[in-house]
């Protein structure tokens, strides 16, 4: 029998959701593309998360990747303690794993706003992922003493259970965020998110003006202000319209939004769409637009850039000021305003958006998921010997750009 490797490790990843699920997104990317990175180098990797309707309670994916599916959107929080520690004491699934190590060596606990608090219960080293910051969103969720609550969770309780581990985010924006709120830098990795491969031939632009919004239709994802956008340009450009591209709870509010603005004839909501629809759409925009109030970086910004499409975006919002160039590969705006300013700029100037384009696409390939992956894992050794240096926690090489 072949002698495991003691340099390979089971990393148990806790996310409240996955890639399968309604609500996912660019963070739940991000998870299964690192874990894939993961086995890939020999690694063993679960991923436990929020039961749904569209994959089984457990299962391997492509990757290699072991998926576990429990409890709610609310209950996965107690169901991977549980889960954790009936493995632990032998009697659940994560004991029975696949070839490799059975017990995870490591535990990677990703809080998005809401922490699973494993130094608690776990009795292995943890590595703790954050994508941003939730100070904005707070609000715009969840009633006022529910939203301080959530945030006290977040910025105070977290801070202390977590504070003997090491941290990873996507982007210095959070890195810097963590620092306000006390988590001292040189514990924080930053792993940008790798750019995903184009699989299908690049689109011809639309032969009238179209913008695309890609993402969750939630509040804070702020597709109304895509919305105000195309009404404030419809005179100038009587045949503008959005594809709005996602799904999610605010969809109808979105909906009957557009109507009352006298613009629902050009929004076109596309729903979920495959990886090949999401690259047509993207291919094929004359501009991305990405008005979320927040994000850890930005993935679908570059995700359009890999096909030609520059994005305006607000410069706030976290780490999209590091996944747009601005100026060069799309334009960051400080207020509204200004964000309807610079998509009736881009509009009106065809030989700045193609530049701007080509720019944003040899941004894109930049970053890759490899490079990701050797960082992270990276920060995996890191994770078990606080002593050592934070390994990655510069930028990730920015290839020298034409100014648009």
Same mark, same amino acid.
């Given at each position: ?9 089971h ?12 609500e996912?997104?660019g ?5 299964e ?6 086995v890939?180098r020999?690694h063993?990797a679960?991923?436990l998360?929020?039961?749904h309707?569209n ?14 599916r429990r409890?709610g959107?609310h209950t996965?929080y107690a169901?991977a303690?549980?889960?954790?520690l009936?493995?632990?004491?032998g009697l659940?699934?994560l004991?029975?794993g ?6 995870p060596d490591?535990?990677?606990?990703v809080c998005?706003? !809401?922490?699973? +608090? *494993?130094p608690? &219960?776990?009795?292995?080293?943890? /590595?703790?992922?954050v994508?941003h ?8 969720v969840?009633?006022?003493?529910a939203?301080r609550f ?7 309780l977290a801070i202390r ?8 985010t996507?982007?210095a924006a ?7 709120l ?5 514990r ?8 995903p491969?184009v699989?299908?031939a690049?689109?011809a632009?639309t032969a009238?003006p179209t ?6 239709l939630?509040p804070h994802k ?7 956008a !195309?009404?404030a +340009? *419809?005179q100038? &450009?009587?045949a503008?319209s959005v /594809?709005?591209a996602?799904q999610g709870?605010?969809?109808?509010k ?10 629902g ?7 979920f769409?495959?990886?090949e629809?999401k ?7 004359w501009l ?13 910004i ?5 096909q030609g499409t520059?994005?305006?975006a607000f410069?706030g919002?976290?780490g999209v000021?590091?996944a747009?160039?601005d100026g060069?590969?799309?334009l ?9 300013a610079h998509?009736?700029? !881009?509009?009106a100037d065809?030989e700045?958006r193609a530049a ?11 970053f890759?998921?490899s490079?990701a992956?050797d960082?992270?894992a990276a920060?995996?050794g890191?994770?078990?010997?606080p ?7 510069t930028r ?5 750009l034409?100014l648009?």
């Open positions: 029998m072949k002698t495991p490797n003691p340099a390979l490790r990393v148990l990843f806790l996310n409240w959701r996955d890639t399968l699920n309604p996912g997104g963070s739940e990317v991000f998870v593309r690192i874990a894939a990175e993961l890939a020999g063993q679960t991923l998360c929020a039961a309707g994959g089984p309670a457990e299962e391997v994916n492509a990757a290699g990747v072991r998926i576990l409890g959107r996965v169901r303690a549980l889960t954790y009936a493995g632990w004491f659940g699934r004991r029975r696949a070839a490799g190590r059975a017990r490591l535990i990677v606990d998005n706003g !809401l922490p699973f +608090l *494993s608690l &219960w776990s009795r292995r080293p943890v /590595v703790t992922l994508h910051v939730h100070r904005e969103q707070w609000p715009v969840l009633p006022p003493r939203a959530g945030w006290w969770i977040e910025s105070s259970v977590y504070r003997r581990c090491r941290y990873v996507v982007s959070t890195r810097d965020e963590l620092a306000v006390g988590v001292d830098p040189r924080v990795t930053v792993v940008h998110n790798g750019t491969e699989s299908v690049r689109t632009k009238e913008l695309v919004v890609l993402g969750r939630v702020q597709v109304e202000v895509a919305l105000r !195309l009404a +340009l *419809s100038q &450009w009587p503008l /594809v709005v996602g709870w605010w969809e109808p979105l909906r009957a939004y557009a109507a009352e603005l006298g613009v004839d050009r929004v076109r909501f596309a729903g769409v495959s990886d629809e690259q047509a759409l993207l291919s094929s925009a991305a637009l990405t008005p979320s109030l927040k994000e850890g970086w930005g993935l679908t570059v995700e359009a850039g890999a520059p994005t305006v410069r919002a976290g000021a590091e747009v160039m060069r590969t799309g960051l705006a400080d207020n509204e305003e200004e964000f309807v998509v009736r700029t !881009l509009l065809d700045r701007m384009g080509a720019a944003a696409r040899i941004y894109a390939d930049g890759t998921w490079a992956g960082k992270f920060a995996i890191a994770g078990t010997a002593q050592t240096a934070a390994a990655g926690a990730s090489r920015t290839p020298d034409p648009p």
